[in-house]
């Protein structure tokens, strides 16, 4: 056997199997399985089908159909709903590049039969060996997963049976819309989606666009916080707003200054709930690492203060549940989604009618201007302030350089966006790293208030956390110079010139 492929088809039912011809060959069917039930697995964000995976419970067996490696399977015990909850075994070490903080949800269920086929030539000998597996789901979905095997000497055969395939409407299983075939009327959820701008667009028409489109990404997110299922789902929801509140904030004098902090203000309130549910959210998922930073005679005491910390989330979290399941919270959601849907009542600005690549050529040149300018002045005695400073408008310069990225040449494009996010990453720890502090520091003064003996064990191990943190955000700070000479480099400037710059008088 030389080669294994697998490609998505509409449903074949198996009683039509031998009068479908693949190219010159003849499909005999070898073994037919009788249908079993099975359950559909994915990530929110469908990680394993956009990866031309398909995850399945059939049974008490867990199968994981991948490219690379064909079928695979082991026991479906599982602890709980992430991949480290699974048992060990060839599925489990399959999914490693699958999030840690990504739950592995039923996307819903079905029937599959399995039916083995060989495709034979006129002499009856075997050229290609093929499976389908048929699938059908109880909304009236229905595919075909057509997995081939290449024998060797026979590469001709092969080639001509995916060519039929492909005629026949089939498409590699990463290509194939098998949720899509599954479950009719199925929308896949994009956290980062592909905002296309008109070359002729207005600056007002393009602010709305983005702004409308992230609002149904944050509202998709809402059950998922509610139902607490994973916390990624926080995590985005906040990112989609804090994109729309980037907008209001980047684009000015595309809305009138009153709708614009009348919109600021509204958005702001939007997310103000949602910070101290994140912020014990990445301290609780960086329990290891912290453990890791500290001697074990201080453990105990960390161990307390996470314990602390898992209260401390389970109220938070009830919290923002209600908060979300609210009237004035839907309402406010309702009149934003209708608003920014018939935009016409927004007071536009004195920019609203610029179009919109001149004006995105002009933000992101001011933008990456006032980086440089700001990376140029750090050094090692700089206050944090100012490095904090640097990552915000980091920060505001990829947003801008993501809206508006699909203008631009993609490969001139990239080669800009991949040491700017470089960079991010050092900024984003050193930030991590000042605020876990502050926050710590905050945590000691409240504990000073009561002492008891278990918040003097607690206090002791924060301190010597405090010392650690401040020494990993004095190396970060290294790694931020660094990082911005990268990005600072003859190449990169000369592509954000060519590709932003617009000199005066030229549009």
């Known amino acids: ?109 079905g029937e599959l039969q399995t039916v083995r086929l060989a495709l034979v030539d006129g002499e009856q000998k075997t050229r290609v060996r093929a499976i389908l597996r048929l699938m059908t789901t109880e909304p009236g979905g229905s595919v075909a997963i057509v997995t081939l095997q290449g024998l060797r000497g026979y590469d001709k055969a092969l080639e001509q049976v995916r060519r039929q395939i492909i005629a026949n409407g089939g498409a590699p299983l990463g290509d194939g819309p098998v949720y899509a075939a ?57 990112i989609a707003l804090r994109k729309i509140r980037s907008v209001l904030s980047l684009f000015s004098g595309v809305y009138s200054e009153k709708a614009t902090l009348g919109l600021k203000t509204r958005f702001s309130d ?42 401390q989330r389970e109220h938070a979290q009830a ?29 536009r600005g004195p920019d609203a009618d610029r179009p919109a690549l001149d004006y995105s050529r002009a933000l992101i040149w001011k933008r990456y201007r006032k980086v440089c300018k700001i990376a140029a002045g750090i050094d090692a005695s700089t206050e944090d302030e100012e490095v ?10 990829r947003y801008l350089m993501e809206f508006f990225g699909p203008v631009f040449p993609k490969a001139e494009f990239q080669s800009i966006l991949k040491p700017l996010k470089k960079l991010q990453d050092n900024l984003g720890l050193f930030n991590d790293y ?16 009561t002492p008891e003996k278990k918040n003097l064990e607690i206090a002791q191990s924060v301190g010597a956390l405090v010392a650690v943190l401040h020494r990993k955000q004095l190396e970060e700070r290294a790694k931020v110079m660094k990082s911005f000479a990268n990005f600072n480099s003859k190449s990169t400037r000369d592509t954000f010139r060519t590709l932003f710059h617009v000199a005066k008088g030229k549009s």
């Open 1 to 109: 056997m030389t080669q294994t492929d697998h490609y998505c088809l509409p449903a074949i039912p198996a009683s039509d199997l031998p009068g479908i011809p693949f190219g010159k060959l003849k499909p005999v069917v070898t073994c037919e399985e009788p249908g079993r039930a099975f359950q559909l697995l994915d990530t929110f964000d469908d990680t394993l089908s956009s990866a031309g995976k398909l995850l399945c419970i059939t049974g008490d067996t867990l199968e994981l159909l991948t490219p690379q490696h064909g079928l695979l399977s082991q026991p479906a015990t599982r602890g709980g709903r992430f991949v480290a909850d699974l048992a060990d075994g060839p599925v489990k070490a399959a999914l490693g590049d699958v999030s840690a903080l990504r739950a592995l949800l039923p996307l819903g269920q």
């Open 182 to 238: 599954l479950f009719p009327g199925r929308r896949s959820y994009v956290a980062k989606p592909r905002i296309m701008v008109g070359q002729d667009e207005a600056a007002f028409d393009a602010a709305n666009s983005i702004i409308g489109t992230y609002l149904p990404i944050a509202e998709a997110n809402e059950p998922g916080i509610i139902d607490d299922i994973d916390t990624e789902f926080l995590h985005d929801y906040r």
């Open 270 to 311: 939007l997310m103000s709930p949602t910070g101290r549910l994140r912020d014990l959210d990445v301290y609780l998922a960086e329990k290891d690492k912290f453990f890791a930073l500290l001697p074990d005679t201080l453990h105990p005491g960390l161990a307390q203060l996470f314990d602390m910390f898992a209260d």
């Open 319 to 347: 919290t923002l549940t209600e908060h979300l399941k609210s009237k004035p919270y839907r309402q406010e959601m309702s009149a934003l989604a209708a608003l920014f849907a018939k935009p016409k009542k927004i007071k």
């Open 388 to 397: 904090h400073r640097l990552r915000i408008q980091c920060k505001k310069l």
């Open 434 to 449: 000042s605020v876990q502090q502050d926050n710590l520091r905050a945590l000691l003064d409240d504990l000073g208030r």
